[in-house]
């Protein structure tokens, strides 16, 4: 089973990287991270670099399409990028499932993958989702058909770990969960519906993007 991640410069790392650890370890899992070009890959927040798997022309038809987001203004960018519209539509055609994690969602749409129904992503992209026509569902995991898109960064551990289940077995799954010790703690409780909090969780966001602007 081939799994193709798409990747860019000015991604979210962790966007790519949580669902990585959990699909590659499906039994004869395969996973490539594809870009436009093999130059190295550049996080966004200019902390870390790495390299591809291949470009777009060498990747082979995925069983799974996996679309990470970023900035908005870089997703916004991406998206309409006419040689990466065409692979994901080529590529979404072929699939089994079709995949966003946070803001990889607005790339499907700009694909023309996404034409109606509910979307989840980061709340940042919600007015954006629904400027396009769709509905932001606020969920963790949205379902349509063969297409998967999941919330903010960590949420696609969680839809990695739907997907698993999907195409393997519940048992497989929660073992690959329990690998990766997947027992989410945290210190605080979400105070995502806080307006102060957001205004924060945005300050922090583009100090970050700053970061890797001047880095």
């Known amino acids: 089973m081939l799994v193709n991640i798409l990747v860019y410069p000015g991604m979210t790392m962790l966007d790519a990287m949580g ?7 499906l039994p004869g899992a395969r996973v490539q991270f594809v870009a436009l070009t093999t130059e190295p890959i550049t996080s966004d927040t200019g902390c870390m670099t790495f390299l591809p798997t291949c470009d777009l ?7 799974v399409l996996l679309v990470p987001g970023g900035p908005p203004e870089t997703v916004m960018a991406v998206a309409q990028i006419a040689r990466i519209q065409q692979w994901l539509q080529e590529q979404h055609t072929g699939s089994r499932y079709t995949t966003s994690v946070c803001t990889g969602s607005l790339i499907l ?10 979307v989840s992503s980061h709340w940042a992209a919600a007015e954006s989702i629904e400027n396009m026509g769709l509905t932001y569902t606020g969920k963790r995991i949205t379902r349509s058909g063969k ?9 696609g551990i969680d839809m990695a770990l739907a997907l698993c289940a999907e195409i393997e077995d519940e048992q497989t799954a929660q073992a690959i969960q329990v690998g990766i010790e997947y027992d ?12 102060e909090f957001k205004q924060r969780a945005y300050a922090a966001m583009e100090s970050g993007n700053e970061g890797a602007r001047h880095g």
């Open 19 to 25: 669902p990585y650890e959990v699909l590659s370890r």
């Open 57 to 63: 022309d060498s990747a082979a038809q995925a069983d």
């Open 109 to 118: 749409i700009g694909a023309g993958i996404i034409t109606e129904g509910g």
């Open 147 to 155: 297409v998967f898109t999941a919330a903010g960064v960590s949420a």
């Open 184 to 195: 989410p703690e945290p210190p605080f409780a979400y105070r995502g519906d806080d307006p």
